[in-house]
């Protein structure tokens, strides 16, 4: 089993900028494809962004493209998304999530996840 353990969340005004960190520890964290979800209060868990294992591949939700920018550190064991140019309807509950298949390609639905975090909040004000 892996744990993570997301970190970063806050309060930013819009325009601003946050970094989100996901630290793994326990199953091989290096073969599996990560993701972030968020999850904003009355909707369905949605899909933001995911990475390859390799960290060669990424995919990106449409609202997000050229504002995040996901990554992963191998050697660390951990995945970050840096979220620019931050609108209100940003605000949610972010979560990190690993992939249930070794060296599967990143995909955007979150039954292809098997592990997930705790979640951070970030909050957007206008």
């Known amino acids: 089993q892996v744990q993570l353990v997301e970190s970063g969340g806050g309060l930013v005004q819009a325009g601003g900028s946050l970094r989100l960190s996901c630290a793994a520890s326990g199953r091989t964290f290096t073969s599996y494809s990560a993701g972030w979800f968020r999850q904003a209060p009355g909707k369905e868990r949605e899909f933001v962004a995911a990475?390859?294992?390799?960290?060669?591949?990424?995919y990106y939700q449409d609202s997000v493209k050229g504002r995040f920018t996901i990554s992963r550190d191998n050697a660390k064991n951990t995945v970050a998304l840096q979220m620019n140019s931050l609108k209100p309807e940003d605000t949610a509950v972010y979560y990190c999530?690993?992939?249930?298949?070794?060296?599967?390609?990143?995909?955007?639905?979150?039954?292809?996840?098997?592990?997930w975090g705790q979640g951070t909040q970030v909050t957007v004000s206008s």
């Open positions: 990475i390859s294992w390799s960290g060669r591949y990424t």
């Open positions: 999530a690993l992939s249930s298949v070794p060296y599967s390609a990143p995909r955007p639905a979150p039954r292809e996840y098997d592990s």
